[in-house]
């Protein structure tokens, strides 16, 4: 069984702070990695997805992936009360061609003004 | 991003009968997956449903429970069955894309 772990939180910053929010897998050979936004009662959103080791930056947010430590991170800058909601880590599973999705249980995250 | 139109967004039914999820890609995909998230859990994995193949069932979700149809590239259904009060729960289809995978608005179901 594949696994993605996360920090279930909650996570609570104040407005303007970072927020780090922090991913394991189980499965080495994992290849795609990608971060989702889940407001309450709404969808997930993608937001990032990261392949290669080191960082990726888009606005506010930076994904870190380090394969040899089998971590994935979401750093989130000049955080705002918008950005409060549920973030899922998941692993795209690298042994199958039917592309599914290992999700982690999620962060919640708080941020207050 | 595909757009996909899912619906019902909401349901309320009676424990026993059966509800039928939709959900229409604006594109055409290989695959699309379905997925149930349960109160505050993660998602989890029902089955993958191919166009003109069987579904694959992930382990703890059956057919007789959970029949599927994938009738054309654009378009899939995912039939809640025999519902119990233990079936309340988000489904979600998703599909994949270039750049990750997109989901549906989600159905919400409540068993009574």
């Known amino acids: 069984q594949k696994e993605v772990e996360q920090n279930s939180g909650p996570l609570s910053v104040p407005e303007g702070a970072i927020a780090s929010l922090n991913c394991t897998y189980s499965?080495?050979?994992?290849?795609?990695f990608f971060w989702y936004r889940q407001y309450s009662g709404k969808s997930p959103e993608l937001i990032m997805f990261i392949y290669s080791n080191g960082d990726k930056e888009d606005g506010r947010f930076t994904a870190q992936l380090n394969k040899a430590s089998q971590y994935v991170s979401l750093l989130i800058r000049d955080s705002q009360p918008s950005d409060s909601a549920t973030y899922l880590c998941?692993?795209?599973?690298?042994?199958?061609?039917?592309?599914?999705?290992?999700f982690g249980r999620g962060t919640q995250l708080t941020v207050w003004p | 991003s595909a757009v996909i139109s899912q619906k019902p967004s909401r349901d309320i039914c009676q424990r026993g009968t059966s509800l039928t999820i939709q959900c229409q890609v604006d594109s055409q995909v290989t695959m699309m997956f379905w997925y149930r998230q349960q109160p505050g859990q993660s998602l989890t994995l029902i089955a993958t449903a191919n166009q003109g193949s069987e579904a694959t069932y992930e382990s703890g979700f059956v057919i007789d429970k959970f029949p599927i149809s994938r009738p054309n590239l654009t378009f899939s259904t995912l039939t809640v069955s025999n519902m119990s009060p233990e079936d309340s729960s988000i489904y979600l289809c998703s599909v994949e894309r270039v750049y990750g995978y997109t989901f549906g608005s989600g159905t919400r179901l409540t068993v009574v």
């Open positions: 998941a692993v795209k599973d690298r042994g199958s061609t039917l592309g599914r999705l290992y």
């Open positions: 499965d080495r050979g994992s290849q795609s």
